[in-house]
């Protein structure tokens, strides 16, 4: 299993992206898809349709974010489990 670190603006944006990406019961994550990158915001979509805006710490990690999500949403990679630490979220793969 690998471990990807994304930082974030603050402790609130780190608790909201792992939230987001947590694992429900069948293994599936709550995700869409990626609406848009403003700077170092990333705004997500969810399977509800609603939209979620993170401020990360810069636009290299917003768009390094945007392709993970993107890579899981067409499977090439899995996520297994999330956390967050500080103003750090920790997206386990695998």
């Known amino acids: 299993m690998n471990v990807e ?17 947590a694992i429900h ?14 700077q170092n915001e990333i705004v997500i979509t969810l399977k509800d349709k609603s939209s979620h805006s993170i401020m990360m710490k810069d636009r290299d990690t917003a768009f390094r974010l945007k392709s993970l999500i993107e890579e899981v949403l067409v499977q090439k990679k899995r996520i297994s489990g999330s956390n967050f630490e500080d103003y750090v979220t920790e997206i386990t793969i695998g």
Request: with cysteine; proline share 0%.
């Open 25 to 38: 019961e069948d293994k599936s994550t709550f995700l869409h898809g990626v609406a848009a990158i403003v």
């Open 5 to 21: 670190k994304f930082e974030c603006d603050d402790k609130y944006e780190a608790e909201k992206l792992a939230g987001f990406l």
